[in-house]
């Protein structure tokens, strides 16, 4: 077990680290989303049940280091899926989280490339693949979404997740 990996990553709170041996793939075989939906609070909010959303945002990102597109406007309260697509040739993946947070993870990325982990809040989507995120945005507030794999997200590979406060009656 690759043990400084796993405490940097728990430290940081990202969750289970899967330590199987140095020949896995950083991320995993293929596009997946976690068995399990684990519904923690987190500031940007919480992740949902597939039957919950309302409305399908599609982004798409490629080998150019980009998003499509790389702003997203959503209401407080709002359950979206964020269908994503990988129209690239290299293995891509789109994290939720808060500026900090996301470089707080890419620079453990950069040190520990064959990191495992695998969030509810995150998308890891081999080339030509598809994979999706269903989050409900339940703060207010602007909040990002990354590629974190090593040399992506220094790239550029980034885009804003704008949370519309609600006013009464606005939902």
């Not at 399908?56 to 359950?79: K, L, N, Q, Y």
């Not at 695998?118 to 507030?141: Q, S």
């Amino acid at each position: 077990m690759n043990t400084p990996t796993a405490v940097l990553g728990l430290a940081l709170g990202l969750g289970a680290l899967n330590t199987l041996g140095s020949t896995a793939l950083a991320h995993g075989p293929k596009a997946h989303a976690p068995a399990t939906v684990v519904k923690e609070q987190k500031p940007w909010g919480m992740a949902a049940d597939a039957q919950e959303a309302r409305r399908t945002i599609t982004i798409t990102m490629g080998d150019d280091m980009r998003f499509r597109p790389d702003v997203i406007d959503v209401r407080e309260g709002e359950t979206v899926r964020l269908a994503i697509r990988n129209q690239g040739k290299l293995l891509h993946e789109l994290v939720i989280g808060t500026q900090q947070e996301l470089d707080e993870h890419a620079a453990l990325m950069v040190k520990f490339p064959n990191m495992q982990h695998d969030e509810p809040y995150m998308a890891h989507v081999d080339p030509g693949r598809r994979g999706e995120i269903v989050w409900t945005f339940n703060r207010p507030g602007e909040f990002k979404f990354a590629c974190l794999i090593a040399g992506h997200y220094q790239a550029g590979m980034v885009g804003t997740v704008r949370v519309r406060p609600t006013t009464k009656g606005n939902m």
